[in-house]
């Protein structure tokens, strides 16, 4: 099993909206998560770290860790087309590897 | 601007051919990675170093040699490659990763677009 597991398909949101992406994790020490924002063809971009139970604010981006359900979500508030993109989770296993789930792609309609 | 510099961005080479890719970092991160990436996938760890000493070897065939010569530059040697090996090659680097502490993330510089004729 994957240590960061990211199963959502693409996504696809009108300009304006809300984009909802969500990540699962299996190892239970894991403390540190990150997501990276990648445009076709470019290289990834970290967009959000978050080390805390909680939410993590950072303009209209919000990233949540629920340790105890083991799952960790980025929040996209008014939604841009400039936001589409491959949305990668990410998070350091036990063999001090950043593991990466399979990313979500997002597309924002005009 | 990323601060993590990668050269060439673009490279076309022939299956006899030995060329090399080069990763400088000004970070002060004392770990610096290799990572392959194919179309619509993550990317894929090759290797590690730490404190300049290869750390992680991800199985990655001998066509593919990597050296540290210094903190801040990390270079991929390569020869004899294949057309499967055709990827964008990202190099990254961080602070040094330990249990029982945050980590922080891994910073990746523009990548090498690379194309195995």
């Known amino acids: 099993q994957k240590e960061v597991e990211q199963n959502s398909g693409p996504l696809s949101v009108p300009e304006g909206a809300i984009a909802s992406l969500n990540c699962t994790y299996s190892d239970r020490g894991s403390q540190s998560f990150f997501w990276y924002r990648q445009y076709s063809g470019k290289s990834p971009e970290l967009i959000m770290s978050?080390?805390?139970?909680g939410d993590k604010e950072d303009g209209r981006f919000t990233a949540q860790l629920n340790k105890a359900s083991q799952y960790v979500s980025l929040l996209i508030r008014d939604s841009q087309p400039s936001d589409s993109a491959t949305y990668l989770c990410?998070?350091?296993?036990?063999?001090?590897?950043?593991?990466f789930g399979a990313g979500t792609t997002v597309t924002v309609r005009a | 601007d990323t601060e993590v510099t990668q050269t060439p961005k673009h490279l076309v080479m022939g299956m006899t051919n030995k060329k090399s890719l080069k990763c400088e970092q000004h970070m002060g991160h004392r770990a610096m990675y290799w990572y392959k990436q194919k179309a619509k996938k993550p990317p894929e760890l090759m290797f590690v170093y730490s404190y300049e000493k290869l750390s992680i070897n991800e199985s990655v065939p001998s066509r593919f040699s990597p050296e540290c010569p210094n903190s801040s530059l990390l270079n991929l040697h390569l020869h004899a490659l294949q057309p499967e090996d055709s990827a964008l090659y990202l190099c990254?680097?961080?602070?040094?990763?330990?249990?029982?502490?945050?980590?922080?993330?891994?910073?990746f510089g523009n990548g090498t677009r690379l194309t195995v004729t």
């Open positions: 978050i080390y805390s139970n």
């Open positions: 990254a680097s961080s602070q040094v990763p330990g249990r029982g502490h945050q980590n922080s993330p891994l910073h």
């Open positions: 990410a998070g350091w296993d036990n063999d001090y590897k950043l593991s």
